[in-house]
């Protein structure tokens, strides 16, 4: 009886123990995760400070670090991406193992100085915290929040295609602010028929043709070029996509010019 006793005893211990166990594993890894994005969220403090003084546009809080598998299939991995939703920016979990070996020490044992100094992180973060405050520029000035999932899916093809085009043209410039890319960009990277289309990619027309697209912009008028892109959807037909583009650009130019306050 006693045995019987100690025996039931012994498997319930085993039977809780392996319920346990990788629960245990999953809360550890949590934990330790939470310490990683606490180390994040501090070096995107220190992006923000160098932003705020390149660019002159001021955040309004700076969103903190939260570590997902940023897997969208097809073989294509985000290294980063702004929530508006949440207002978090997440990082890959793949970035954790980078900086681990780059910074040769693991990312929570490192300080958010050393994080914030690594030029791979810089890119990457100042390209998110571009779209953290455009959210908040656009949520700030009355429109809403900026780029929504649900409200993309109510969109046309050519409302999304040219809200992304605005939308990653806005994070380049942002990572550019304090990394100048030597690369060029023209209208040319906009197809302008739809014969020629084929030989373009998507990433070709949303990084190459957005950054040309809101470069002037955002160079000249800064926060101001920046509300007028987000209350101006830009819609890219696919006939003449370039003619779209080009419209766009010389019409906010001129917009903008018109209706400049005088200089103090
Ligand atoms: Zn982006």
Redesign the pocket.
């Known amino acids: 009886m006693k045995v019987a006793k100690f025996s039931a005893l012994f498997l319930l211990i085993v039977l809780l123990s392996c319920v346990q166990e990788p629960g245990n594993r999953l809360q550890e890894l949590d934990n330790r995760l939470r310490e990683e994005e606490v180390v994040l969220s501090r070096a995107l403090i220190l992006r923000s400070w160098a932003l705020e003084t390149a660019t002159k546009i001021k955040f309004d809080k700076v969103p903190s670090a939260k570590l997902e598998r940023l897997d969208y299939g097809r073989g294509q991995q985000y290294a ?3 929530r508006s939703e949440t207002e978090k920016i997440i990082f890959s979990v793949s970035i954790w193992y980078d900086l681990n070996v780059r910074l040769a020490k693991s990312l929570r044992l490192a300080t958010p100085q050393e994080v914030a100094a690594d030029e791979d992180f810089q890119i990457l973060a100042d ?2 915290l ?2 953290a405050l455009a959210d908040q520029v656009s949520r700030r000035s009355d429109h809403g929040p900026w780029f929504l999932p649900e409200k993309m899916l109510e969109l046309k093809q050519t409302e999304a295609l040219g809200l992304h085009v605005v ?2 043209g806005v ?2 410039w942002f990572a550019q602010a304090l990394h100048p890319s030597r690369e060029r960009y023209s209208a040319q990277n906009f197809p302008s028929n739809p014969e020629e289309s084929r030989f373009y990619t998507f990433e070709d027309i949303v990084h190459y043709g957005g950054y040309w697209l809101v470069r002037d912009i955002l160079n000249k008028y800064g926060e101001r070029g920046l509300v007028w892109l987000i209350c101006h959807p830009l819609t890219l037909n696919g006939d003449n996509m370039r003619l779209a583009a080009v419209t766009y650009h010389e019409r906010a130019l001129t917009e903008l010019a018109q209706f400049q306050r005088p200089a103090h």
Request: overall charge negative; proline content about 0%; glycine content about 28%.
């Open positions: 980063g991406q702004y390209h998110e571009g779209h939308a990653e994070g380049i």
